[in-house]
């Protein structure tokens, strides 16, 4: 979410109680957006559920990532948030990115920057989508450090994206699963690479239904894991 590096990008001029104003609005959006999340299995974490993808036993890490959600129900959410410069710098440019891809690819790309929503499929998944294309489509924006951006330069295909990038993989499937959309484009972009053909790289990742049947097998498992650990709870 870049709801605050918005506010500090498109700032100046204003004066400090204004911009003061500003942010605080903003961090109550994100609050909120934060508390809506809380106990439910977001994409972003699929992948701490797909581990041995081809096998029936519940995996070690996702039995982890359950009882971390039972947990985020029982308690009251930190309220100090945690970044780094890696971090700030995605923030700052994510919107940017949003903006070549449309001029680069011809697409229109609406829910994007501080406008994007938190969505739902049942009580206990979601995603948050960096952006939505049409009816069907959406996309996955990173603004990675430039080494990381130089090995996302290198992907050829949707195979070799699930093997080498198997957290973004599984956060874009289960992405179209909760949305019910077909396809969801991969961005990377790093305006401090001089060739201008570099700055962006953008992959289309077709919905795979095989791998979201799996996908929806493990979250069921996961949301009776997490319920069979809060109901171990209140029953001491």
């Known amino acids: ?4 590096a918005e506010i500090e990008k498109d700032a100046k001029g204003l004066d400090f109680e204004s911009l003061s104003n500003l942010k605080s609005e903003s961090q109550e959006k994100i ?3 934060l508390e809506s999340r809380r106990g439910k299995f977001t994409a972003s974490e699929f992948h701490r559920l797909m581990g041995y993808e081809d096998k029936d036993t519940f995996p070690k890490g996702a039995e982890t990532y359950a009882i971390d959600k039972a947990i985020e129900i029982l308690t009251v959410r930190d309220e100090e948030s945690y970044t780094n410069a890696s971090m700030d710098w995605g923030n700052l440019n994510e919107k940017d990115a949003v903006e070549k891809f449309m001029e680069d690819i011809g697409v229109e790309v609406y829910n994007y920057g501080e406008n ?5 499929l049942g009580d206990n998944i979601g ?3 960096d952006g939505l294309i049409s009816t069907d489509g959406g996309i996955e924006t990173k603004c990675p450090n430039s080494k990381t951006h130089f090995s996302y330069l290198k992907l050829k295909n949707q195979d070799q994206f699930k093997k080498e990038c198997k957290n973004y993989y599984w956060q874009i499937q289960g992405s179209m699963y909760v949305t019910n959309r077909k396809y969801w484009y991969f961005i990377s972009y790093d305006p401090r690479y001089k060739d201008d053909n570099k700055q962006l790289k953008v992959l289309k990742i077709s919905r795979n239904d095989e791998d979201i049947q799996k996908l929806k097998g493990r979250l069921i ?3 009776k894991y997490r319920d069979k650990q809060l109901k171990s709870i209140t029953n001491v």
Not at 116 to 120: D, G, L
């Open 1 to 4: 979410m870049d709801f605050l």
């Open 31 to 33: 609050n909120a957006w």
């Open 116 to 120: 994007q929503e938190f969505q739902t």
């Open 127 to 129: 995603c948050t989508p």
């Open 221 to 223: 498992q996961a949301i």
